[in-house]
């Protein structure tokens, strides 16, 4: 069966460290992946795209990183903030029908100052 | 500033009672979705419509839940009748094909 999977358990950094989150798949082609960014009490927000031939994306202290081989996915915040905790979701896209995404679980991300 | 709309963004009510849930996608958007988000499930889709067909409904309980897009400016989600078990935070989202979706602030729906 198709699974995603996201560290359920919060990971907590010091402020300024990098964070990195995992997303791994199982039984899965998509043709690309996407993070989201969740706060409590809100709906999630797109951060980054990746598509099935790119390595690595970049955006400001985002970094995202797509291994099809490994079916995984790592997602980095570099110079990390207070600000930057939340909940931190992957999604990958399903080939046969446009846009429509299936989500992991999701990762809260607690930075301390 | 362009956002995905949700009404209403709380509703409490009694198991068997009707629940309707709106959104208006984001304007030029042709995909709209429903999802439903709990503790233990996570974010589930119920249903996708795109350029107001229904797309994929496979996620929804079809014997109680029903979506529809009147028009492009209006989605819609309605349970009937509610369960104890439909408490969760529903979602509606927007977007364009092979495009990121745009996610509205979710109605809270408690049914007692």
């Known amino acids: 069966s198709q699974k995603i999977e996201q560290n359920s358990e919060a990971l907590n950094i010091q402020e300024g460290k990098t964070a990195t989150l995992t997303c791994n798949y199982t039984n899965y082609s998509p043709a690309y992946l996407q993070w989201y960014r969740q706060d409590p009490g809100r709906g999630p927000v797109f951060l980054l795209l990746?598509?099935?031939?790119?390595k690595e994306k970049r955006k400001e202290r985002l970094k995202v990183t797509f291994d099809t081989t490994l079916k995984q996915s790592l997602f980095h915040i570099t110079a990390s903030q207070p600000a930057d905790s939340a909940t931190y979701l992957c999604a990958l896209s399903n080939n046969n029908a446009g846009n429509m995404l299936t989500f992991g679980g999701g990762t809260r991300l607690m930075v301390k100052p | 500033d362009a956002r995905v709309t949700q009404t209403p963004r709380h509703k409490v009510t009694e198991m068997g009672q009707e629940v309707t849930m709106r959104c208006q996608p984001i304007l030029g958007h042709n995909t709209v979705f429903w999802y439903r988000q709990t503790m233990m499930q996570g974010l589930e889709l119920l249903a996708y419509?795109?350029?107001?067909?229904?797309?994929?409904d496979s996620g929804m309980p079809k014997d109680r839940f029903s979506a529809e897009m009147p028009d492009a400016t209006l989605a819609t989600l309605k349970i009937q009748p509610s369960e104890p078990r439909d408490s969760a935070v529903y979602f509606c989202a927007s977007g364009l094909v092979l495009g990121t979706q745009y996610f509205g602030p979710g109605t809270r729906l408690l049914v007692l």
């Open positions: 419509f795109r350029n107001r067909a229904p797309l994929d």
């Open positions: 990746i598509r099935e031939n790119e």
